[in-house]
């Protein structure tokens, strides 16, 4: 099943367990952008699977309110872009509602965002903003990398009682995998050693985790490299003790993702874990991220400034001088 | 336009309670602004004193069960949904007793679980809030209502028209009432706003609008009862512009620069909502103006015991400083 079906699941065995879930969204009844929404409003109706306007600032409020009075709404913000119009409720509002006003209330709402590059879909239909809202305290950020975990982290993320960012890579929506049948939870917070290694660790999530992992095979057969390949799954709460674990033990760690470099989540990672592992331990680190540009259209230009296999490649070895 | 308002038939009770609730937020106000410019309150403070009888008016037809969000000048909307005194004075100290534990302060003072979902230091921050509490409702098939309180500058914000909208589409309990002061903090409405009389916007979401002298208390406890209603009845959104004027400035020690002391001055006598309705009560003989010289005495004390619990209360431990913000799990 696709990446996207399996997100769907994971709504619906939300859904059927607590009528209090409720789905809003621009498009919503017709599935949405890439029809991860498909069906839902057949089943559940217009009441539950509501069309929201072009009113970005309101889709955030409403879920704001909403939660206030006791539902727990997911919202689709469709492209991670049409979030930045909410930003002010993002930030402002959901983020700081329980510890502004003293735990009185808690904000159990999932947005929804597809991001990452596609191919030429342009500067504003093609980025990863997972660096800002790491940076705003009281949400959680979740980016998975496969079908399996989406449904998983989906479920989660759903029954979390704080506000949860949830990113999905739009090239990868569309992907099939083989997903755990009947309903499951991937926990917020649990990072997956998805290839283990000795030499080098690559931290990474969303879709630049299944590059890590071509990468990592050619570093193998190419220069004999062991990689191992942490697939953080949740960024915020970040699972240190894994990454620290690694990096512990290959002395050497590669924080990759497709969002900018400077000020991206890969620096923060390798700051705790420079902050997590002793003093006197030889770290070696570096960090891969887009160039720091708009992402561009043309076929030639985007992967000029976003990284792939390629780089990944050029950057483990310039990092193992191998 | 001035709504014509029928004499509401109040009981000497009731228009002694509401006395008393007018007054305490004029009592409450003057005490924070006396001890802000004495430099004993931290951070800085929005005093509603002026606009009480929007409030008060609105909120006496609300139970716990309903919701309201309201502003930077939300002192008085708290109050009289019904907070803690003690509870409000101790949020305004950062103290551990506060509505908030001492995280909000006076721009961030609430209390869910009377239905207050927070004063916003973000102007427009409530209209979608109002408006997703009103979705709730409806969802659970509630008999309840969501009261968005804002000022005149919020109006022109994009989460104005985004959240009329949709509450418009889907008639949802909701009522949403201007006070419109005449500022947006320094700038007078006519220099930002195109048609300064905001309930013709009504029109262009498919709801109610009026508008009404919002110092006179019966005119806001008239129009405000319509509205809620006719939300509770499923009739629908209702937009409300209430006139009225701040008598202090946008925030406590602002120099007033944009608006003459004589505006100031001829306004606060003409328009006192609380001298106002003090004055008809006597004239029409529900109250004697000695019961009005107890309420006003019952206020002072309750204010001066709230402030004394505020004083009186411990400072939140730093050990917290990072407790709630989130519900689950603590952040690194």
Known sequence: ?322 | MTTTVPDPALDPAQARDLLRRMQTIRAFESRVEELFKAGELPGFVHSCAGQEATAVGVCSHLTPADYITSTHRGHGHAIAKGISLGAMFAELYGKATGACRGRGGSMHVADFSIGMLGANGIVGGGFGIATGAAFAIRYQRRPDVAVCFFGDGAVNKGTFHESLNFAGVHQLPVVFVCENNRYAQFTAASRTTAVTDISVRAAGYGMVGESLDGNDLLAVLDAAGRAIARARAGEGATLLNMNTYRHSGHYVGDAEEYRSRDEVANTRDTADPVARFARHAVDTGLLTADDVAAVMAEVDEAVAEAHRFALDSPPPDPAGALDDVWTVGVPR
């Open chain 1, 1 to 322: 099943m696709t990446f996207g079906q399996a997100t769907l699941e994971a709504m619906q065995f939300a859904m059927d367990e607590d009528p209090s879930v409720v789905v809003i969204g621009e498009d919503i009844s017709w599935g949405g952008n890439f029809g991860q929404f498909r069906g839902l409003v057949d089943r559940y109706g217009h009441d539950r699977v509501v069309d929201m306007p072009i009113s970005e600032s309101l889709i955030v409020a409403l879920a704001v309110g909403a939660s206030a009075a006791g539902l727990k709404v997911v919202a689709s913000m469709s492209f991670v872009e049409f979030t930045l119009g909410a930003m002010d409720e993002i930030v402002n509002q959901a983020s700081k509602f329980r510890y502004m006003f003293g735990g009185q209330t808690s904000v159990p709402i999932v947005l929804r965002a597809s991001d990452g590059i596609r191919g030429s879909s342009g500067a504003q239909h093609s980025s990863s903003l997972e660096g800002m809202f790491c940076n705003v305290p009281g949400l959680k950020v979740v980016a998975p990398s496969n079908g399996n975990d989406a449904k998983g982290l989906l479920r989660a993320a759903i029954a979390d009682p704080d506000p949860v960012i949830y990113l999905e890579h739009k090239k990868i929506t569309g992907q099939r995998a083989p997903v755990t049948e009947g309903d499951f939870t991937v926990p917020l917070g649990s990072a997956a050693v998805v290839r283990e290694g000795t030499d080098l660790t690559v931290v990474s999530y969303s879709n630049m985790v299944n590059h890590a992992l071509v990468a990592a095979e050619q570093m193998a057969t190419e220069h004999g490299v062991s990689v191992e390949v942490i697939d953080l799954r949740s960024l915020i709460p970040l699972d240190l003790d894994t990454v620290a674990r690694s990096a512990m033990k290959t002395g050497a760690v590669l924080a990759a993702h497709e969002s900018w470099a400077v000020g991206g989540f890969g620096a923060e990672v390798l700051a705790q874990v420079r902050e997590a592992v002793p003093q006197q331990s030889a770290l070696r680190t570096a960090r891969l991220g887009a160039k720091t540009a708009p992402i561009p259209f043309s076929p030639q230009l985007e992967p000029a400034v976003v990284p792939g296999v390629a780089e990944l490649v050029t950057e483990m070895r310039r990092l193992l001088a191998v």
